[in-house]
């Protein structure tokens, strides 16, 4: 049930690194919307590893291919199924990790878990799984705007960027930075400065068979107030268990964040203010848009921490399937630094809680 | 169905915080359990608010009542339902907010998502609704020991405690502390200096109508290697939902967190060990227990960062219900600081978590 | 989990026959509703045992307090709790069946599930459990209302009567039969001579220590075109799963249902005819108002078969616990009939399947 | 969210009868299986239309793929997929209905739904969606035979048969009839006389450009007693859903359905025997294997009515999409009966349910 995600806009997804193909199936979505497929193939691009010095060798051309629920350019509002075939998969690189676990990998893990694993490329563990996510957060895009222009709002904007890579960390302006600026650099991070510093970051841990982390921050502006719910189903909760459920991230933070943790209830309130339309805003966003776990209206605001990519190109301690001890020095493609590459995946996932809970709140309240 | 969690063992929660009671239906619950009623009471009488200087001054016994599922003293397997009836409730001290939003509360979302608010404390966003989720963690913790039993296991440990507050912060060793510890200070931290010094920027602050925030810690010790689906269903991604759907939580580290998105992959790597019993084991545990989503054995170790309670005794900037500017003062009986109370909320969202996956490997994979 | 109904409109029942209370958490309300509580406590008294010849003799006054989700008389659109104590609960006539299966009861399969059970009147078996529905299905009502009104259409009428008892049977016209006009005869068939006839065949059979079993149809006029959804959610799937899920209930007719299928298709269809407003209506109704698994706009109309009651006063081979064979002669209060009490549970279950598909719909085509 | 069936064992199927392909994605697998896809490509098989007389000309080869899910021959416990490419769309067929709703059909009410539907052969309510239910039924078919294994039981054996068609009718012994019996007539009936006279009958209306309907029945016996959940999961319940999703079906028996509401309970109940190793068995089966919605050991018996394919090709009298009297007269491939190619369809849905409810007794009792 681990492939599942949302309620009123349901993603199934499935694949594996090496076997035929990854792919979504999406529920719920509404009927009639002209899906745009470039703008899906445009999102699955910038997930794909780029010609630069950034990123890992294997090369896919990550082809969306519509299997159902499409009819005449229309969604029909029944499954709708996304399907992008592996076409560079080369599981011989992996057969030295048959029977041996990559340290802080899934590899351990998945055995403990199910009692087998597809040993090559890490099979659904590996982060080739967030195609599948890319293509269903385009969807989601769309479906935003949809439901944006049906009540006569705005279309939300989400745009993420890498804020920090190892040491090298930017503060950028949320209320102006776009998709756009994010792309001018390979590091997709708008500063150019900190782009620099971060690409020779990732370039120097390279060089020497390692490898960086990072964090990702994420601003959805134009996000309506009034979506969440209380108690569990809070939008900081959703939009956490989405955040933490890409592969390597191990932190959330929601506006303030821990740092808003060191601060007095006297200077971490956002005091409202008159809109001028005769509702509110608040004059600081400490809250991060979202209040008593439903957003106010304000640029919901997040940020997200990842790990040093775990298959580094050293000579590493571990123990075999059978308890021994052994040392494992991993081949196989991968990127030193994942955090360019999960800009998309960030907005994608957000994408995809904002529209759930949109449709979720269009089927209770009515519009 | 914000008010759902967990998908094997799923709890529905209830009421509001000046309404008739609060409470929770369990379903999922093994049949046949003895159900230790001191426990589940001994838990909500931890989350009470103490006679000492640190809580609000509410009165509430928390006694629970099972009204259905348990059958001369055992669990029937269906649904549980525990209840809580309000005795303090007093929401005379709320008129003055019918019309007005306090800064930073759930008062002005929660009419955005709904139209209309249960104006008297805060409703279904109160802290108060927690109790509901300590007593159903209660019956969790349970359940998590009579799996281990079943599987000669040892009963995992769960322990939380402040870790942080304002800016006085401590660390403590989660391989030894034990509840008992923690409960040796009001503003449960184990440590005496540290534990001394909170309680003074708790009263300080508190002398000033102001609040502070902090950051829980929690370990889980005993937990068997095998919890948690790949994908989006990620031990952490749930972890993370559940402590993000805590009232005041804005942030969430599983492991090293945002401090390990800083370090190298080299630096990174927890290395695999035998664990002379034909498994294995890692040196360290930046992961935190948890590889690709997965329980790896090694103990699961979380932070959350909680906000600054809302409610301080100043008067603040905001809007009435008309859009206009006003200011408000309110009234009404506050912690100046959650944490000492999240503490067992925190126990309780593991506990849910643990027992959840733990029965939805059983389901898939038997013992 | 087998206590949770629908989707979008969400009920959890819990409670035993024997046990504290029965009750039911909603989740998924529309906000704002001004619940009429009279209305809810007349649905129940529908339900409740009569004073009459053809019910049981346990007494209960069957009265519901609404615990959560209700504030100023409006509902929240959070969890809404309806409680109804037991009152007149007396395990001592089931003493005898601690360690005896009644046949055709669900005592076996219960210990054959779990393990153990509640051996008091049933447990969570009994038909008293549908209690809970009733209530919740009174709740569904008046949110088909608030939908129908907000989209300027006429309330669903959902009317439900007994048209056989043992070999007694009746044609009633669905497009006219009335509540009020089922409510007529105690055994609520609304023809007098065929309700007559009915009361005969189940006085006769009570009279031996016996129980007679029956039909019930049920027809919803005015269920808007639309409702329901392709493959596994048809309309007519989630009401055969409503119907089949109440006590006792072996048989589920849809429209023509089995007779049906004797027909040629030549002589089954329904063909379109203009409905004067630009759409479209059918000139019979085989297809008891759903085509496809969606609701054509045209009277839904089912039937249910109910067993006779299992429990007869009379010894009846069994064995008990340890294998070994016995002879069992309940006692306890059983009704000789449930089919004119089932009336109303029915109805309930109709209700609140048009519910949670007209929000689903909502949510996902928007209004 | 139409497209999802089951809660431990999850089945997300998509497709239209014109589009790309028809699969499924299938959740909650145990891990390990070697899945055998030989059984699953000869279900597909038994499903397609024969070379025979009785079925539509359509020509499908079905050839199944596994997109994801299994490694080395082996379930990984992830999301397996499963798809069958369409190669015989022949949508110019349908050109004609492109504006005109055929009458019975699913046409008016997928437009009153979503808006739109995709004219071309029925799109989502194409009865060619069920190849999807026959390959994930395979598939549980296997896990049953799995979950069989491990706790020492013989593997179920779900056999359907034609029980009727028209107004011929033939009573077969349930504690014999094989799957084989059934196959050696292409009317799926395993009595030669019967199957001879239903022949008959469907050559004649086909002939006529007209079609019939017709009950099928299924026994599933070795299923363990303890499946099913009280309240509203009953195994009746989700069988009944299970049934009634299938196209074209309008009723539902479990046991003596609705002939036994018209028994006293002297004469329906079910007596207890000794089974001779310590449990119990009962001397007659009316209740169909369930009792309290929960099996007991004893086969379980269904019944289920299908309506005569509405697709005739005779002139009708129908409407346009502007709401116009017209008259229609459907071109395309069509069964003139769809009990033969139901058989399996019947089979797999049993078997999805079956599966399903094991692994949740799994997961909730243990074994």
Redesign the interface.
């Known amino acids: 049930?681990?492939?599942?995600?949302g309620?009123?806009l349901?993603v199934?997804?499935?694949?594996?690194s090496h076997?035929?193909?990854?792919?979504a199936?999406i529920?719920?979505?509404?009927?009639?919307l002209v899906l745009d497929l470039h703008a899906m193939q445009a999102a699955l691009d910038r997930r794909r590893p780029g010609a630069g010095k950034l990123g890992t060798s294997r090369r896919e051309s990550d082809r969306v291919?519509?299997?159902?629920?499409?009819?005449e350019g229309?969604t029909?509002?029944?499954?709708?199924?996304l399907?992008v075939r592996n076409q560079d998969a080369d599981p011989s690189a992996y057969e030295a990790l048959r029977d041996t676990?990559r340290?802080?990998?899934?590899?351990?893990?998945?055995e403990?878990?199910?009692?087998?694993?597809?040993w090559?490329g890490g099979?659904?563990?590996s982060a080739r799984?967030t195609v599948a996510r890319v293509a269903a957060g385009a969807v989601a895009e769309q479906i935003l705007a949809h439901l944006a222009e049906?009540s006569g709002r705005a279309t939300p904007q989400i745009v993420a960027w890498v804020e920090?890579v190892?040491?090298v960390e930017v503060a950028i302006d949320s209320a102006t930075v776009t998709r756009e600026a994010v792309d001018q650099h390979e590091v997709r991070c708008p500063d150019p400065d900190a782009a620099a510093a971060m690409e020779t970051a990732i370039v120097a841990?390279r060089r020497?068979g390692?490898?960086?982390?990072?964090?990702i921050r994420c601003v959805a502006r134009g996000v309506?107030?009034?979506?969440?719910?209380?108690?569990?189903?809070?939008l900081?909760?959703?939009?956490?268990?989405?955040?933490?459920?890409i592969?390597a991230?191990?932190?959330?933070?929601?506006?303030?964040?821990?740092a808003?943790?060191?601060?007095?209830?006297?200077?971490?309130?956002?005091?409202?203010?008159?809109?001028g339309?005769?509702?509110?805003r608040?004059?600081t966003n400490?809250?991060?848009g979202?209040?008593?776990?439903?957003?106010?209206?304000m640029p919901v605001e997040l940020r997200v921490?990842?790990?040093?990519?775990?298959?580094?190109f050293?000579e590493?301690?571990?123990?075999d399937r059978?308890?021994?001890?052994t040392t494992v020095r991993p081949r196989g493609r991968h990127d030193p630094c994942v955090l360019p590459r999960a800009v998309p995946i960030v907005e994608a996932m957000v994408a995809l809680v904002l529209a759930d809970h949109w449709?979720?709140?269009?089927?209770?309240?009515?519009?």
């Not at 076997?19 to 792919?23: D, E, R, S």
């Not at 029909?76 to 199924?81: A, I």
């Not at 390692?210 to 964090?215: A, E, L, P």
């Open positions: 049930m681990g492939s599942t995600f309620r009123a349901r199934t997804t499935f694949g594996e076997g035929g193909a990854l792919g199936v529920e719920g979505c509404p009927p009639g291919e519509v299997l159902s629920g499409l009819f229309r029909l509002g029944t499954s709708l199924t399907v676990f340290p802080s990998h899934a590899d351990y893990t998945t403990a878990r199910y009692g087998l694993r597809a090559a099979g659904r563990a799984e049906r920090a190892e040491r841990a020497e390692d490898t960086v982390g990072g964090v309506p107030a009034g979506l969440g719910a209380p108690v569990f189903d809070k900081e909760a959703d939009l956490g268990k989405a955040m933490l459920s592969p991230a191990k932190g959330f933070e929601s506006g303030s964040g821990f808003g943790a060191r601060l007095r209830g006297s200077a971490h309130n956002d005091l409202f203010l008159p809109d339309r005769g509702g509110a608040t004059d400490r809250s991060g979202v209040q008593g776990g439903i957003s106010n209206g921490a990842f790990k040093p990519v775990a298959t580094i050293q590493q301690d571990t123990v059978q308890g021994n001890a449709l979720r709140w269009r089927g209770q309240v009515g519009e």
